[in-house]
T-cell receptor, first 114, second 116 residues
Framework: DQQVKQNSPSLSVQEGRISILNCDYT??????FLWYKKYPAEGPTFLIS?????DKNEDGRFTVFLNKSAKHLSLHIVPSQPGDSAVYFC?????????????FGKGTHLIIQP | DAGVTQSPTHLIKTRGQQVTLRCSPI?????VSWYQQVLGQGPQFIFQ???????GRGNFPDRFSARQFPNYSSELNVNALLLGDSALYLC???????????????FGEGSWLTVV
């Protein structure tokens, strides 16, 4: 029973364009969401997070949108750069259940084409 | 400041053996979590420790155990290794254990375990 789903295993985007990575969740208790980026042979690197009291959070080229009614969030990267090529993981948690750790999706492999 | 450090980075063990993985959190962080990532999957939560006490446990068998020391470093132990335990084991640290707006979890580079 996957509570966090990233339905696109891979995504190819041209350099300079917008990359949109999607994530769906099923557990309505989740109230905090994070995106991590992972290069091969490295640990995940934190990118951006959003609390359920917000519907948008922006940090430089990265913006995360949260649609609670649809239980959907997305990560927008504008403009996409070659260094953005990596696996992106969506993760969720609920502040009242922090002891359960983060629940991750399976990841989306983003490939930025020159 | 040093990030989350893990050791060893790579190791090979035989089925039935035992393994100990080590983690030092970011300075000032008191919470350490362990995750297992198998190929093609996202990381899966194993344990969370805060102030040297187990605060949470994921769906893993009793062969998996951990502890946190007074300096907040941590060890993950896996007994009676199975082939399916081959994975990247990630340690993460955070200030308090509960996630809230403005707080996050930082990961180390992981320990690659291969069981043969």
């Amino acid at each position: 029973d996957q509570q966090v789903k990233q339905n696109s295993p891979s995504l190819s985007v041209q350099e300079g364009r917008i990359s949109i990575l999607n994530c769906d969740y099923t557990n309505s208790m989740f109230d905090y969401f994070l995106w991590y980026k992972k290069y091969p042979a490295e640990g995940p690197t934190f990118l951006i997070s959003i609390s359920s009291i917000k519907d948008k959070n922006e940090d430089g080229r990265f913006t995360v949108f949260l649609n609670k009614s649809a239980k959907h969030l997305s990560l927008h990267i504008v403009p996409s750069q070659p260094g953005d090529s990596a696996v992106y993981f969506c993760a969720a948690s609920y502040s009242g259940g922090g002891a359960d750790g983060l629940t991750f999706g399976k990841g989306t492999h983003l490939i930025i084409q020159p | 400041d040093a990030g989350v450090t893990q050791s060893p980075t790579h190791l090979i063990k035989t089925r039935g053996q035992q393994v100990t993985l080590r983690c030092s959190p970011i300075s000032g962080h008191k919470s350490v979590s362990w995750y297992q990532q198998v190929l093609g999957q996202g990381p899966q939560f194993i344990f969370q420790y805060y102030e040297k006490e187990e605060r949470g446990r994921g769906n893993f068998p009793d062969r998996f155990s951990a502890r946190q020391f007074p300096n907040y470093s941590s060890e993950l132990n896996v007994n009676a290794l199975l082939l399916g335990d081959s994975a990247l084991y990630l340690c993460a640290s955070s200030l308090p254990p509960l996630l809230a707006s403005g707080n996050t979890i930082y990961f180390g580079e992981g320990s690659w375990l291969t069981v043969v």
